[in-house]
């Protein structure tokens, strides 16, 4: 990587291809959501070296749950024995590790390991390597104006409190992502060009690099290409420069 280049704090990728890519080998669907693995290790090595701060990726949305039954159970148990194999890899790395999404879904052995490793991880700081896992852009807005309503509604003067509220940067502190930058960059693979419901508050002002490889194709040397994709645009903000 060029030094000289503008380097994104917070890189997100919507991991897109997987059943497509087997497909195209005569294979079953899943066998291309195990070699998606392989991308992942990559992204995040590339990114570490980069010098990004918060690589985050879509994993499963919540529309995903309507998948065939056997996909999603099949996802679940590969998210389970990633996060057993890569603990040391985390570590040895200096990654901190964070799942964010609809906890209440998730089966309580898969969030057991989630946790532990989230409680293993906390005070490495490299990067950060957040995996939305049953999420989605709408819920977590739905969430966020609903915990906020509770919370608020609690108190006495509550209601005037939420009235007399001006700043947007104010609700974000209820969305899952909390603490968390923006992300500068939103790269998607597969060729497709939609968001499917991913970060529809926190990337108002994301950065889009669509890129058609399918994601178990997508390298270190995609990664950068992105970046450098990345550095040569202009990002106004809605401002005249
Ligand atoms: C992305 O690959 C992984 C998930 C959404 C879980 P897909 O499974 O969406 O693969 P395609 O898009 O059908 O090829
Ligand atoms: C988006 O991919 C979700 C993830 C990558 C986890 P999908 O494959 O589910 O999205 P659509 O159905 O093509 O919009
Ligand atoms: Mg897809």
Redesign the pocket.
């Known amino acids: 990587m060029d030094n000289n280049t503008k380097i994104p704090v917070h890189v997100s990728i919507?991991?897109?291809g997987n059943g497509r890519w087997a497909r195209e080998r005569g294979q079953e669907r899943v066998f291309g959501h195990k070699k998606g693995i392989g991308s992942v290790r990559a992204s995040l090595q590339a990114a570490a070296e980069a010098g990004v701060k918060y690589l985050s990726l879509?994993?499963?949305?919540e529309?995903?749950w309507n998948r065939p039954q056997e996909e999603v159970d099949y996802l679940m148990k590969l998210m389970f024995q990633a996060i057993s194999d890569e603990v040391e890899e985390l570590m040895r790395n200096g990654v901190r590790f964070r799942v964010l999404g609809n906890r209440a879904r998730l089966n309580p052995v898969l969030l057991d390991a989630i946790r532990s490793l989230e409680e293993t991880t906390r005070d490495n700081t490299t990067i950060d390597l957040i995996i939305f896992l049953s999420y989605s852009g709408r819920w977590d807005i739905f969430q966020a104006a609903r915990k906020m309503a509770l919370e608020y509604l609690s108190r006495p003067d509550g209601a005037a409190e939420i009235e007399a509220m001006n700043d947007p940067a104010l609700f974000s502190r209820y969305l899952v992502t909390d603490g968390i930058p923006d992300p500068d960059l939103i790269i998607r693979t597969s060729g497709?060009q939609?968001l499917?419901n991913y970060l529809l508050w926190q990337g108002a002002y994301s950065e889009f690099v669509f890129v058609d490889k399918m994601w178990p194709d997508f390298g270190k040397e995609d990664f950068f290409a992105a970046l450098s994709e990345f550095a040569s645009r202009d990002r106004r903000y809605g401002k005249v420069k």
């Open positions: 919507i991991m897109d879509y994993a499963f949305s529309e995903n497709e939609r499917s």
